[in-house]
C-alpha cells in the first residue's frame, strides 16, 4: 500500500518538474535529462516511473487539468446566487493570474508538440465544453437564460468566446489585462440573463 | 527595373514554398535546407535573398496576413446590404476550408516559435481587431447595431469569439464544421444587430 501511495506521488513530483520546465524553456526544452534534473532524481530513476517522454508529457498534461478540475469543483459548490457563481468559474477558466498564463503557455507548447508528433491525445478534451454546457442548462432551467436565446447556440458561443478571451489575454496581457477580461465576461453573461437573474 | 522585380518575386517564391514546407512538417521542418529544396534553389541562392531564417519566416508570415487583407478588401468592395457584408467578411476570418485550416496551421506554428526564439514579432497584429472595429463602428452609425449595446465591448467580445471559433475550428474541424460556423456567426450577428438590419 504504502508503496503505491509512493509511486503516484513520484509520479506528480516528476510531472510537477515538467510542467516547471516546459514554463521556462518551452517544449524543446522538456528533456527527459532537463526533467529528471529538476526533479532532483537521476535518469534511471525517472524511468523507473514513465518508460516513454510521451507518457510523462501525457501525465503532465492531465495534471495541469486535474488542477483546474479541482479549483472548479469548488467553486460549484459555493452557495451563492447563479449569476455569480457562473462567473466566477468562468473566470476561473481564463488566465487571470501568472500562474493561470503559465499554464497557457504549457497548453499551446503542447499543442504544438501534440500536432507535429502526430500524437492522438485531444488537448481539447478538458472538460470546458462540458462544463459549460451544464453551467448554461442549469440557468435555463432555472429560469436565468433569457428564454427567446437558442441554449445549443448559445453554449457554442461561450465556449468559443471563453477560449478566444484566453487566447487574447495569453498573447497580448497589456490590452486584454484581468480588469477588461472581468469586464467582458460580465458583459456577455448580463446579456444572455434575464433582468432577475443578476439583480 | 527589371531585377527589382525579379528579386520581389523571387521572395515570394520562396515564402511559398517556406509555407508549404510549414504545412507539411511543421515549424521545426521549416530548416533552410528543406526550403531551398522545395522551392528549387540552392542554398547560396536563397541564403541571396533572405540572409537569415528569421528574416524568411517574418517574411513568411506577412505574407499569410497579406493573402488574407486581399480577400477581405475584395468583400469589402461588393454592393451588398451591411449585415451580409458582415457576415461574409467575419466568415472570410474563419478556417472554412482546407487552405485557410493550412494557414492557421501555419500561424500556430509561427507563434510558437516566436514565443519560444523570444521574437518581438507580434502574431496578433494581424489587423482583424481593426477590421472587426471599422466593421461594427460603421454599423452603428448606420443603425444597424442594437443602440442599446456597448459598442467598444461589443468590439472586443466579437474579436474574440471569431477567433475563439477559429481554434476550435481548428483543434476540432468534426465538430465545428463549415455548417456549425456559419450558424454561430449569424446567430450572433444577429443579435447585436436591429431587426430592420437583416431583413
Redesign the interface.
Known amino acids: 500500500m504504502t508503496k503505491i501511495v509512493d509511486h503516484d506521488e513520484r509520479r506528480l513530483l516528476i510531472a510537477g518538474a515538467a510542467l516547471r520546465v516546459i514554463k521556462r524553456m518551452?517544449?524543446?526544452g522538456a528533456t527527459v535529462r532537463n526533467i529528471a534534473q529538476e526533479s532532483g532524481l537521476s535518469l534511471g530513476a525517472l524511468r523507473h516511473y514513465f518508460s516513454t517522454q510521451d507518457e510523462l508529457l501525457d501525465f503532465s498534461m492531465d495534471l495541469v487539468k486535474e488542477r483546474a478540475a479541482a479549483r472548479i469543483y469548488e467553486l460549484s459548490r459555493l452557495e451563492i446566487p447563479i449569476f455569480q457563481k457562473a462567473l466566477k468559474i468562468l473566470l476561473e477558466l481564463l488566465p487571470t493570474d501568472k500562474d493561470k498564463l503559465a499554464e497557457m503557455?504549457v497548453w499551446?507548447?503542447f499543442?504544438?508538440h501534440y500536432?507535429?508528433s502526430g500524437s492522438s491525445y485531444n488537448?481539447?478534451n478538458d472538460g470546458i465544453l462540458a462544463l459549460i454546457e451544464r453551467m448554461l442548462r442549469s440557468m435555463k432551467e432555472s429560469g436565468a437564460l433569457r428564454p427567446e436565446l437558442?441554449c445549443e447556440?448559445e453554449i457554442?458561443?461561450l465556449?468559443?468566446?471563453?477560449?478566444?478571451?484566453a487566447?487574447?489575454a495569453y498573447?497580448?496581457t497589456k490590452r486584454?489585462d484581468y480588469e477588461?477580461i472581468v469586464?467582458?465576461v460580465t458583459?456577455?453573461m448580463r446579456?444572455i440573463c434575464t433582468e432577475e437573474a443578476f439583480s
Open positions: 518551452g517544449m524543446k503557455e499551446f507548447a499543442n504544438t500536432r507535429s488537448i481539447l437558442d447556440l457554442e458561443r465556449y468559443a468566446l471563453i477560449d478566444g478571451i487566447l487574447h498573447l497580448d486584454v477588461q469586464k467582458l458583459y456577455h446579456s
